[in-house]
Structures are given as C-alpha cells and as structure tokens.
C-alpha cells in the first residue's frame, strides 16, 4: 500500500528547519576549531560567573548601592525578569523543545565546560536571563541597558564557545529573555521621568564691583550658629567697599531692608531663606538686583541658585553675573523662594533628612512617611473643583527633582510653574496603600498621588484656618491661599551657567 505524500508546503517547512539545523552545527564547528589563546582565556571564565545567575545579582547589587533612582528601578526590574524568565525557561520552554547538546568533543580542552549540562539544549537558559536582566534594566535606564547588553550578548557567545549551546540555541534565549522584559513593561510600565523643554537663562546687564561699590550687605552676625558672623569677615576683606548693616534682634527685618535699599544699587542679604523671602521681596519693589549669601541653616535657595559659598556668591558681585529667576506670590503680597507645605511635610523632610545617611534615602523615606501618616493631622482642602482630605501637601516655587513625595533639588528657577504634590489620607487604607506603593516605587502612579505643574494654584481649607509653612517657617494662618507665579520677576547674582 503506497503512502500518502507529505504535502509540499510541510515539507517546505521540514526542509528550512533542516536547513537551519545544519547551518547551526556547521557554524558551532567553525567556532569550535578556531584557535583563539583569548576565547580559550575568557569565555570559561566568563560563563562560570553566570552560573546561577551569580553575576547579574552581583550587578544588580551594585547599581542598587550606587546607581540614581532609575538605574535602582532598572536593577530592581531587572532581578523580578531574571526570575521569572530562569522560570520559564527551564521549566517550560525546555521540555517543549527538545534538542541534544553539542558533542564537547569538538571544543578545545582548554575551554570546555567543567559540567556538561544534561538538560535540553534548546533554549539557552544562560542567554535567557542575560537577555532578561539586561532589557528590564534598559527599560528604566537605557545607557545602563545598553551596556549591559553587550555584556549579555558575550555571555551568549560564551555558551557556544565553551561547547554548551549551539548558536540558535543562544539566539532563542536571548530572544526569550528579551521577550519576557518587553512583556513584563506591558504590565508594570517603566517610569517616564518628564523632561521640560530647556530655554536660555535671562541675563541681566549689570556692572563688575571688583571691590563691592554700590552693594549694600543686612546680616545677622548670629544667624546660623554664628554663619553670619563668618560672612560678614570674608565680605569685609572681599568687598571693602560694601556697605554693612548689622541686624539685631530688636530690629524689624522689613524696615531695616527698605532703609538700606534707599541708597544701594545692590542689595544684599545673609541668613536663611525665610530672610531672603523678605529680601527677595524689597529687592523687586525697590527694582534692585539682589546678592544671596548663604547664613542660615539649610540654604535652600542660596543653594539652587548656585551661590552656597560667600566666595561664589562674592565672584558673582565681582563679575556682574546676574540672572533672573522666578518668585511666587501668595495672597498677592507675601513672596515664597521655596516651598510652601500644609500638614505634616516639614516633619517628614526632617525625618528623612536625619536618617538618610544612616539608613539609605529609600527606607529613610519609607520610614519617615509611616511616622509622619501616623502622628500627622490631616487638612481637608477644596482646589480644582473637588475635596479632599491630606496630611502632606508640597508646593514649590519651579519643578523639583525628583519626582514622587522627596523633591530635593531644582536644576533651574526659571520655569514659570508651580510644582504641587498632594498625598490623599482620607480615603479607606490609605496610608496603608500610600507605604505600599513608596515601599514598591511606584507613589508616581498611585490614585492617592497629585502632582501638579502650573502657573497659578489656589485651595481653601474646608474646616477653618490652617498653618502654612513657607519656606522653613511656621506661622501662618490661612483659610483661603492663591498663589501665583512672578515669572523671571528677582534678578539675582549667581555663577554663569
């Protein structure tokens, strides 16, 4: 009885996996006899390293030690699609294809794998979780990534070379691994850190006072723990000609500015940045550049703007570097150079702040969030047509870095917007699910998260007056608060940029 015919485009297939197969193994011989002291010298040593995984978990401990937040979420990333691929890969994608390892026979001595592996051959799971490792870091960090791609790439050729896989083997693995990375952003989508469009600073034209002609200093001598006084020594011998006026306690800050700006063509301020907030808004009345050195306690400002040193600060005034930067107006009379908060925030940042460098920023954080949810009162407020109930409210003069519920730092003061994050407490577990998400990294992208980038905000405390906080200091009571940008309004003197 004759058989049926196999059907053309079967054997089609057959003979293009046939085809395949026979180029794989004549390409694994070529490597295999190729004499190279170099592929004899690394790949053993490199695919020993990748056993178990052992070198990704040795990267991905030193980029969480080390890295900037989206290298750690990389790192993270990259970890939880290692597993997850080494799991797929060993027990699912191995007992569906089933192919016959290499004859090691034809791999030089020298750089033949101590342990012949005695499962399937196809995919390769040393590729898989290269490939896998590599992409999720690439996902959150791509220089990273690509870096460690190649890396991957070497492990790959490492298994060929050392007489373990075939190179299909290899490239199924890599493609596996990467395929699962791609897939795995699908369901946790990496964080897009939001670039704002770059523009020239305003500079300002302004005369060199090589010897201080024309500047006008108020500073507390005690400010600081005794900064002040320091700052007044090296202005004095930096800029004889200056003029100095010394604060006293008994002294009302507003009037004493408004004096000696009568007769400056620059005024100057030493102290901390609720000091500079009442300078900041004497100087833009008064139509006078303002000069920034740094005698408080945190500088913030004095900082941001690039002056946290007397000599910076002093070479700006002696170049006539000036720049233009941006205020924010409360109520249409109090100016804010920093922050203002409602709640608990202040607590919070000190918190962190203190355990930081003990603990690492990331558990500080967490730490410092649980402390302060749990002892903070929360403010219901009505903004933008809805009501809600916070314990920590953020608002700062331009866009803070990074993003979540830490903003540190401002690489520019120019940007006309109001940076606002909110954490909402009044809903069911949510300081439960608020530590959560912090603890996860991902507070970005929970419903209990606000963050707002405008140029103009306004809210009203529900229940009566609340205390706002500017720029470091408590005091303030509002019911109702609008605040509004003052784009590029204070010229100040700061380094080049």
């Known amino acids: 009885m004759d058989l049926l015919p196999v059907p053309r485009r079967h054997r ?6 046939e085809g395949l197969g026979t180029l794989d193994r004549e390409v694994f011989e070529a490597i295999a006899e190729s004499p190279s002291p170099l592929i004899d010298t690394v790949m053993p040593r ?3 390293a990748a056993d178990h995984s052992k070198l990704w978990f040795a990267i991905a401990a030193a980029l969480i030690a080390f890295g900037n937040p989206s290298v750690k979420r990389g790192a993270s990333r990259g970890v939880l699609t290692l597993g997850v691929t080494s799991l797929v890969t060993n027990q699912g994608a191995k007992r569906i294809w089933r192919r016959a390892r290499p004859n090691g026979l034809l791999v030089p001595l020298a750089r033949r794998s101590r342990r012949l592996p005695t499962s399937n051959s196809l995919p390769s799971g040393h590729s898989a979780s290269a490939a896998a490792f590599a992409v999720g870091v690439g996902l959150e960090n791509p220089p990273v990534g690509l870096g460690l791609s190649l890396l991957a790439g070497l492990v790959g050729m490492s298994r060929v070379a050392t007489g373990a896989h075939y190179p299909g083997d290899v ?4 493609g596996l691994g990467a395929g699962i990375a791609v897939l795995g952003a699908r369901v946790v989508p990496p964080i897009a850190e939001a670039r704002l469009p770059a523009t020239e600073p305003l500079r300002v034209d302004t005369p060199a006072r090589p010897d201080g002609a024309g500047v006008t200093l108020v500073v507390n001598p005690a400010s600081g723990g005794g900064t002040g006084a320091r700052v007044l020594d090296e202005v004095r011998d930096a800029l004889p000609k200056a003029t100095i006026v010394e604060l006293t306690e008994d002294d009302d800050l507003e009037e ?7 007769d400056a063509e620059v005024l100057a301020i030493g102290g901390g940045d609720g000091t500079v907030a009442t300078a900041a808004a004497v100087a833009i009345d008064e139509g006078l550049p303002l000069a920034v050195f740094p005698a408080g306690t945190f500088n913030h400002f004095a900082k941001d703007i690039g002056c946290d040193t007397t000599a910076k600060t002093v070479a700006a005034i002696q170049d006539g570097a000036v720049s233009c930067v941006d205020m924010v107006c409360l109520n249409e009379r109090q100016m804010v150079v920093n922050t203002a908060s409602i709640g608990a925030y202040p607590r919070f940042v000190q918190k962190r702040e203190k355990l930081e460098h003990k603990i690492g920023k990331p558990l500080a954080g967490v730490y410092a969030m649980f ?9 219901r407020i009505s903004y933008d047509n809805k ?16 993003s979540g519920f830490a903003p540190s730092r401002r690489t520019r003061m120019d940007d006309g917007l109001i940076d606002i994050r909110i954490l909402e407490t009044g809903r069911r577990l949510s300081r439960l699910r608020i530590l959560t998400s912090l603890a996860l990294g991902r507070l970005e992208r929970s419903p209990l998260y606000h963050e707002l980038r405008v140029p103009q905000f306004a809210f009203e405390s529900v229940d009566g007056p609340t205390v706002l906080a500017l720029d470091g200091e408590v005091g303030t009571e509002v019911s109702k608060a609008t605040f509004s940008v003052l784009y590029r309004a204070l010229p100040v003197f700061r380094p080049a940029v």
């Open 12 to 17: 089609g297939i057959r003979q293009i996996g």
């Open 46 to 48: 490199l695919t020993r």
């Open 171 to 174: 490239l199924a693995g890599l």
């Open 256 to 262: 004493v500015l408004r004096s000696a700006a009568r």
């Open 371 to 379: 402390s302060t949810l749990r002892r903070g009162e929360p403010v």
């Open 387 to 402: 009501t809600l109930q916070t314990s920590m409210f953020f608002l700062g003069n331009s866009v803070y870095l990074p």
